[in-house]
């Protein structure tokens, strides 16, 4: 159980372009889901907290109109990384909370992860 | 800032070795404190949490020994095995907002 999807694994895309990434829970509900970059041999950088039917809470120095997050359901988020460029190339990782864990609510559950790469 | 500092930052251990990586938090909010597992190219997945209120927890060959006053908590390996050559996070987080603050993580490579 508590299995947290990823969609696409990996995306190459323009300078200029939009990439969405979806994060799903794909046997559990999720109120809260987080999404983080990680750029080669460093640690998980939080972006923003995504809570379902409401607007992200972004991390400083993360620019909201740039990485859209939309958690329209209780199973799926979506990043949406808008006019991106190179700089943007990274290692995009969900995390879900899953709902029905009364007690261990610390516990989070990751993604396998998206690659993505602006050429 | 970094709120938790991870140490050292790679080990090198031998099959059957003990592995060793140890943090340092800084908030004394904390009151979650797990240790994630991550392989090249992928996710990090739980590996073992403890919460304050105890000194050590056990799972199978991975034990975490945690020191209150200290602010400090480490993961054992015991037995280690070449699959266990991996990157590993600390994390804290505290009350009900769960936003983890990693460590910077450590690579351990276990040699045959």
């Given at each position: 159980g508590a299995v947290v999807s990823q969609h696409p694994s990996w995306v190459i895309c323009k300078s200029g372009t939009s990439v969405k990434i979806e994060c799903r829970s794909l046997d559990f509900q999720a109120t809260t889901m987080f999404w983080y970059r990680q750029f080669p041999k460093q640690s998980l950088m939080l972006m923003a907290t995504s809570n379902e039917g409401s607007k992200a809470t972004y991390e400083q120095g993360v620019e909201k109109d740039k990485f859209l997050i939309n958690h329209a359901s209780l199973t799926l988020s979506t990043l949406t990384v808008t006019s991106a460029h190179p700089e943007d190339s990274s290692f995009y990782i969900c995390s879900a909370r899953d709902l029905g864990l009364?007690?261990?609510?610390?516990?989070?559950?990751?993604?396998?992860?998206?690659?993505?790469?602006?050429? | 800032q970094q709120q938790v500092k991870q140490s050292p930052q790679s080990?090198?251990?031998?099959?059957?070795?003990?592995?060793?990586?140890?943090?340092?938090?800084?908030?004394?909010?904390f009151d979650y404190f797990p240790w994630y597992q991550q392989f090249p190219g992928k996710g990090p997945a739980l590996l073992i949490a403890i919460r304050p209120d105890v000194s050590e927890k056990k799972e199978g060959r991975f034990t975490i020994s945690f020191n209150k006053s200290a602010k400090q908590f480490s993961l054992h390996i015991m037995d280690s095995q070449p699959g266990d050559s991996a990157t590993y996070f600390c994390a804290a987080s505290r009350g009900g907002n769960n936003r983890l603050a990693f460590g910077k993580g450590n690579q351990v490579v276990v040699i045959p």
């Open positions: 009364a007690g261990v609510h610390n516990e989070q559950f990751f993604g396998p992860g998206t690659r993505l790469t602006v050429l | 080990l090198i251990v031998q099959k059957g070795g003990i592995s060793i990586i140890n943090c340092a938090y800084e908030n004394t909010a």
